[in-house]
């Protein structure tokens, strides 16, 4: 118990940052209507499932349209 004490400085703000990011994620996803790979479904499913940094990451590089 007292290692996880240790640990908490560095826990959270990585975790507000986890949470940001798929907060951003999720809101760029729903406010844009085109994605190079997929639709709109398919990446709302891998940011949330892949919430641990990989699956906002993902649609950020694989998914979001440049425009």
Same mark, same amino acid.
């Given at each position: 118990?007292?290692?996880?004490k240790e640990l908490l400085p560095f826990l959270i703000? #990585?975790? *507000?940052?986890?949470?940001?990011?798929?907060?951003?994620? /999720?809101?760029? =996803? @729903?406010?844009?209507?085109?994605? %190079?790979?997929?639709?709109?479904? #398919?990446? *709302?499913v891998v940011a949330i499932v892949g919430m641990e940094? /990989?699956?906002? =990451? @993902?649609?950020?590089?694989?998914? %979001?349209?440049?425009?």
């Amino acid at each position: 118990m007292n290692e996880i004490k240790e640990l908490l400085p560095f826990l959270i703000p #990585l975790a *507000l940052a986890e949470f940001a990011l798929l907060g951003f994620t /999720i809101y760029h =996803i @729903l406010t844009h209507k085109t994605y %190079k790979r997929g639709n709109r479904m #398919l990446w *709302l499913v891998v940011a949330i499932v892949g919430m641990e940094f /990989i699956g906002p =990451i @993902l649609y950020f590089l694989l998914g %979001k349209e440049d425009a």
